[in-house]
């Protein structure tokens, strides 16, 4: 029962999704989903072969969430559907500070690494 509503629920997602969801959203996604990926890759690298430098994969693990944290906030403040939430920010302003706050995060990353 439980299976078949979230099989229900999945393929409605899949289904709605390219229909819905705005083109520079999609765009935003992608790029989560591919910071998502890096991170795990670097996860099970640092599991299963070696963390030897542990600063340069503390580095790039941190780099890595905190970006995917930065694109989340960047697309919850450019989505159509939460116009009122964040009504007194443009999206190129939310992109402005997107760019800013990445530029902040790798002199950090650059700072960890020595």
Do not use: W
């Not at 600063?55 to 989505?79: D, E, H, K, M, P």
């Amino acid at each position: 029962m439980v299976d078949k509503k979230l099989s229900e629920l999945f393929n409605h997602i899949i289904q709605e999704y390219p229909k819905t969801t705005p083109k520079k959203l999609k765009i935003i996604d992608a790029y989560m989903v591919y910071i998502l990926l890096t991170g795990i890759v670097q996860f099970i690298y640092c599991v299963f072969l070696t963390s030897f430098p542990f600063n340069a994969f503390l580095a790039g693990f941190i780099s890595t969430v905190a970006s995917f944290v930065l694109a989340a906030s960047l697309r919850s403040q450019v989505n159509p559907l939460n116009n009122d939430e964040f009504k007194n920010i443009s999206p190129e302003r939310a992109f402005a500070d997107f760019c800013l706050a990445h530029v902040v995060l790798h002199l950090v990353v650059a700072n960890v690494l020595g």
